[in-house]
């Protein structure tokens, strides 16, 4: 059987990888600024984390969600208390688009009302209950034969609330930063404004960090940089580091009830292992504060390279702008400096995403391979 051909692939075959190191079959060490898609919190096989899952695959892997798991609320808790969210509630699922089908689920259900708000650009998942726009063509899924997305440009508090003031409004969903769309991002006046009116309208704010969380941007959300709450939190990439696990985090004002909302996977022996592990070395190793120096660091080594004309984006969460598409550029990063970068779909955009164990060299070598590689682009 052949694999369903929907990923253009570079010719490359990791099969080890440590820390913010890969190496692949034949034994070429590749630089990861990438994490694949930005998954990669901790760094590759960070050995607290292979142990924790080693030990837990030893014992117990998997078990249903109608027994009692300690580890769902140690990870809750731990959650809780490095994200300042308390007060909230966890439910566990295995994925981003399932973490946000859940909370535009909880939303509709909360509030009676079934239409959403997205933002262009944004990417919330592919499932066919999530809502997803990629490049501009809009992926409209509806969430169910009720719930229809309306897309509205970000940073336009006006547009929002004329849709809201016609009462069949369930929920906004944002990205802290948007990711695949490339790095825009609300203003702190617009977040605070959403916050406002979500509240004044009875519609439910959802924050979706499944990229932009975690640590990303410097603080543990990015939706945090700009002094709001959200009512309901979408999480997956970083939070197990590779393993599959994803969730929402659930205001107080949400009540729970038996049936309402519902996984197999989500919140497994192993995946909780992996997610606990995840929020250990992230507080042990305080990589929120390394996010910010090398974020520092990154926007003073970058100043070296003049065709960059914008970085976007904040923390380990970034694009560099160039005037040009910058297919080529990527590709050549790649294969010939052996480093791994992103793209999205400004494609003037080159997407840095690394482990957030990320060093000071690492930067270092990524602008030296850069401006190499621009010089031999421009001869
Ligand atoms: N939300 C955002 C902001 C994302 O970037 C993504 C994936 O890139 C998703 C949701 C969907 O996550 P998943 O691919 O785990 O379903």
Redo the contacts with the bound molecule.
């Keep these: 059987m052949n694999l369903f051909d929907v990923y253009p692939l570079y010719n490359i075959t990791p099969v080890k990888a440590l820390d913010y190191t890969i190496t692949d079959k034949n034994g070429v060490e590749y630089l990861d600024l990438y994490g694949g898609?930005?998954v990669i919190s901790i760094g590759h096989t960070q050995p607290d984390y292979v142990a924790k899952l080693k030990n837990q695959l030893d014992n117990l892997g998997f078990y249903s969600n109608a027994i009692q798991n300690p580890l769902q609320v140690e990870l809750a808790e731990k959650l809780g208390k490095l994200s300042g969210y308390e007060e909230y509630t966890l439910f566990l699922c295995s994925?981003?688009?399932?973490?946000?089908e859940n909370a535009l689920k909880l939303a509709s259900f909360h509030t009676g009302k079934s239409r959403v708000i997205a933002f262009n650009n944004?990417?919330?998942?592919?499932?066919s209950a999530?809502v997803a726009t990629t490049d501009n063509k809009k992926i409209v899924a509806p969430i169910n034969a009720q719930q229809v997305v309306t897309f509205l440009p970000l940073n336009n508090i006006d547009l929002v609330e004329a849709e809201l003031k016609k009462g069949d409004v369930c929920a906004i969903i944002i990205?802290g930063i948007?990711?695949?769309g490339g790095l825009d991002e609300g203003t702190t006046e617009f977040f605070q404004a959403l916050e406002k009116i979500c509240e004044a309208n009875n519609v439910v704010l959802i924050l979706?960090?499944?990229?932009?969380g975690y640590g990303r941007s410097g603080k543990f959300f990015a939706h945090q940089h700009h002094n709001i709450k959200a009512d309901i939190i979408?999480l997956?990439?970083g939070m197990g580091n590779g393993f599959?696990i994803?969730g929402i985090l659930i205001s107080p004002k949400f009540t729970a009830s038996y049936g309402l909302l519902g996984t197999t996977f989500g919140g497994s022996h192993l995946a909780c292992a992996a997610g606990i592990a995840v929020l250990e070395v992230m507080g042990n190793q305080k990589l929120m504060d390394n996010v910010n120096d090398i974020y520092a660091y990154f926007l003073e080594a970058i100043k070296a390279v003049p065709e960059v004309i914008k970085v976007k984006g904040k923390g380990l969460m970034l694009g560099a702008e160039f005037a040009f598409d910058v297919f080529e550029l990527r590709k050549k990063l790649i294969i010939e400096k052996h480093i791994f970068t992103g793209n999205a779909n400004n494609k003037n955009l080159l997407r840095i995403l690394p482990p957030l164990t990320i060093k000071k060299e690492a930067i270092d070598q990524f602008i030296i391979a850069l401006k190499e590689t621009l010089a031999e682009l421009k001869s």
């Design positions: 898609h930005g994925s981003g688009a399932e973490a946000n944004s990417f919330h998942g592919r499932t999530a990205e948007q990711g695949v979706d960090e499944v990229q932009s979408s997956a990439k599959p994803g």
